[in-house]
């Protein structure tokens, strides 16, 4: 399932793939594949991304139903 | 098979020689703050990858050996056909790596990469034309023999290349519709 909700925190801070995967330490091949729905990121990968982002792991991963 | 001890000494000074390089470049970067580091999806891949190559060589191994045990044919010589096993091996190691995009660490370029590459094929390409021209057989006693090696080399860095630009341009269209 794609991850909307990290995309568009990425847009509404103004940040591209790369310089996300920049700030978070993965390559924009990582941050591509997250908001695909392709990979799976671990809790420690998750928590950076929301760090960076600054939002809360339900603002970007918590799925409603 | 005529292999010579200068032939055996100057495959291990080559050995060593690559060796020496890879430690010594390892040890500068180590020194610059520059590891080689993948991110946990690329770690993931990269051990897939490990998993297939794995694999890939238990066949071919099982697949060359039944061959040789049932038909009696020696279509290579043992060092030939163990090194194809590895080319191959290696090969499809580094196309799940470039097709998952966990081949270059996080801080390596494509275009060092490129260049490392285009480096060895050229070199290969060099030794594979002066053998040709030398007139060196590929064949002794009806086998392959080692002097086909540059050539598998050649050809391994040939497809990992065209596979990695091939990847590189993928990349760069989609990271414009992104």
């Known amino acids: ?41 671990t809790i420690k990968l998750c928590i950076s991304i929301c760090k960076v982002l600054g939002k809360t792991l339900d603002d970007i991963f918590w799925e409603e139903d | 098979m005529d292999v010579s001890v200068s032939y055996v000494l100057g495959f291990v000074v080559g050995l060593l020689i690559t060796m020496g390089f890879f430690i010594i470049s390892s040890l500068v970067r180590k020194n610059k703050g520059k590891p080689c580091e993948y991110d946990e999806r690329q770690l993931l891949a990269r051990g897939k990858a490990y998993k ?79 053998n040709y021209f030398l007139k060196v057989s590929f064949l002794s006693e009806g086998m392959l023999n080692y002097h086909i090696i540059n050539f598998i080399i050649l050809i391994m860095f040939a497809v990992i290349m065209v596979v990695f630009i091939g990847k590189l341009l993928h990349d760069k269209k989609t990271e414009k519709m992104e």
């Open chain 1, 1 to 41: 399932m794609k991850n909307l909700k990290l995309k568009s925190a990425r847009a509404a801070m103004d940040l591209s793939q790369q310089q996300l995967a920049d700030m978070v330490g993965v390559s924009r091949q990582t941050i591509n594949a997250i908001e695909k729905g392709d990979y799976n990121p």
């Open chain 2, 52 to 130: 297939a190559a794995f694999f890939v060589l238990i066949v071919y191994l099982l697949v060359e050996g039944s061959f040789k045990l049932v038909t009696g044919v020696e279509w290579a010589d043992s060092m030939t056909s163990s090194f194809i096993g590895i080319c191959l091996s290696v090969t499809v190691f580094a196309i799940i790596c470039i097709l998952n995009d966990a081949y270059l660490s996080l801080k390596e370029k494509p275009a060092h990469c490129i260049a490392v590459f285009s480096l060895i094929a050229f070199v290969n390409l060099a030794v594979v034309l002066a």
